[in-house]
């Protein structure tokens, strides 16, 4: 494993052909490739693009196909996806060196025929979204049903239980449908028994520099919201304890209970999971305090 490219094309392999956990592939991937921080954000950064996108950029490479998209070879396809992304959602890749080195990676598996065919589809591609980006997406369907599903690429039945929730409100189901796109922060919150938050925030911009943005949660006293942070589980500051990924609504359900108060000395966590709020919860007790999770 010599690049970020690299990385990303087996990560989506293992997904495809092992059904893994992407974020557990992706995190097994990059400690055997030992990148670069830039080289591992880059190839986080395509590995959850092409999942994200899947459909639409299938879409995209179909409109400068002369044959369907569909009878081509899973593993082919893979690579297709990969460049596709880099071409139409990424700037600091060259066109010219993404579709080069994905062409020789096909010609060296599948032969010079499909080399070619690969060849053809991502020169076109890369001519059109050169001129328009935007454009070279391809159009979408005007029904709106259907141009939800291929623009955020969603399934048609999540869609459908959408638009059933919402009693068939169509902005809002719009408004859900883009949300459910957009790459999510990273939601963390600090260690009560070990660093404030602040401490926290400030250690993490100290950790990343000017990549990452660090905002603090609105209702939960221990949360941050963490972007552009590449690896974090890989930082001194979680290896050390400091931080766990905690979703600031299974903070609140902490927050709610004020175990810190006089009158909680024993919790029952009747329904734990992997422990996130259980853990917590131990770091609030006071110190003669009794917590049972199960």
């Known amino acids: ?19 893994v956990y992407v974020n557990l592939a992706l995190s097994a991937e990059l400690e055997r490739a030992r990148l670069a921080d830039a080289d591992r954000a880059l190839a986080t950064e395509l590995v959850y693009g092409v999942l994200r996108r899947r459909a639409r950029l299938d879409h995209a490479l179909a409109q400068h196909a002369k044959r369907p998209i ?3 070879k899973a593993d082919v396809l893979d690579v297709m996806r990969l460049v596709a992304y880099q071409l139409l959602a990424l700037d600091r890749v060259p066109a010219h060196a993404a579709v080069s080195e994905a062409v020789e990676q096909v010609r060296r598996a599948r032969g010079p025929r499909v080399a070619g065919f690969v060849n053809a589809v991502l020169r076109r591609l890369a001519e059109a979204a050169s001129a328009d980006r935007e454009a070279a997406w391809g159009p979408l369907p005007e029904a709106r049903r259907a141009r939800l599903a291929l623009e955020h690429s969603l399934p048609d039945e999540l869609l459908a239980l959408l638009a059933d929730r919402l ?4 902005d809002e189901l719009d408004a859900l449908a883009r949300a459910l796109s957009l790459a999510p922060a990273l939601s963390l919150r600090a260690n009560p028994a070990r660093i404030t938050r602040d401490a926290l925030a400030a250690r993490l911009e100290e950790e990343a520099g000017t990549r990452a ?3 603090r ?6 949360g941050l919201r963490v972007s552009g942070l ?17 979703d600031e609504a299974a903070q609140l359900a902490v927050a709610a209970l004020e175990p810190s108060a006089s009158d909680v ?3 029952l966590d009747a329904c734990a999971g992997v422990g996130g709020k259980a853990t917590l919860l131990a770091a ?3 110190e003669r305090g009794q917590l049972l999770a199960a």
Not at 1 to 16: G, I, N, P, T
Not at 217 to 222: D, G
């Open 1 to 19: 494993m010599a690049d970020a490219r690299s990385v990303a094309l087996e990560v989506l392999r293992r997904l495809r052909r092992d059904e």
């Open 70 to 72: 569909t009878r081509t």
């Open 167 to 170: 009693d068939g409100d169509d």
């Open 213 to 215: 943005r660090v905002e």
């Open 217 to 222: 949660c609105e209702r939960s006293p221990w």
């Open 230 to 246: 590449s690896d974090p589980f890989h930082r001194a500051s979680y290896l050390e304890g400091l931080w766990t990924a905690q």
């Open 265 to 267: 000395h024993r919790v």
């Open 284 to 286: 609030l007790l006071p």
